[in-house]
């Protein structure tokens, strides 16, 4: 799971990510943003085919494959105060 900045947002998001694909039990990426109720859930479904899902609002939820689970955007942001 990773809290995306504005400052490494592009970095988290693509460089490091990149990185992480390279290990082969790295099965699933979680990106949540700080200054916005957004998240982004990458999952590798195959060796080379990694699917997204998106999810915004209060009332989002980004499914966690690899636990076979959800995360709702509620519950992780409940309390944030954003600028």
């Known amino acids: 799971m990773e809290v995306l900045s ?3 947002e592009a970095y ?3 460089d490091k990510f990149l990185e992480y694909r390279t290990i082969p039990s790295f099965r699933e990426y979680v990106c949540l943003r700080q200054d916005a109720v957004e998240g982004v859930a990458f999952y590798r479904e195959e060796e080379s085919l990694w699917r997204e899902s998106n999810a ?5 939820v980004l499914p966690l494959r690899s636990l076979g ?3 709702r955007l509620h519950d992780v942001y409940e309390g944030v105060e954003l600028e």
Do not use: K, V
């Open 6 to 8: 504005p400052g490494t």
């Open 12 to 14: 988290d998001r693509n």
């Open 56 to 60: 915004s609002g209060f009332e989002g």
């Open 69 to 71: 689970a959800a995360l």
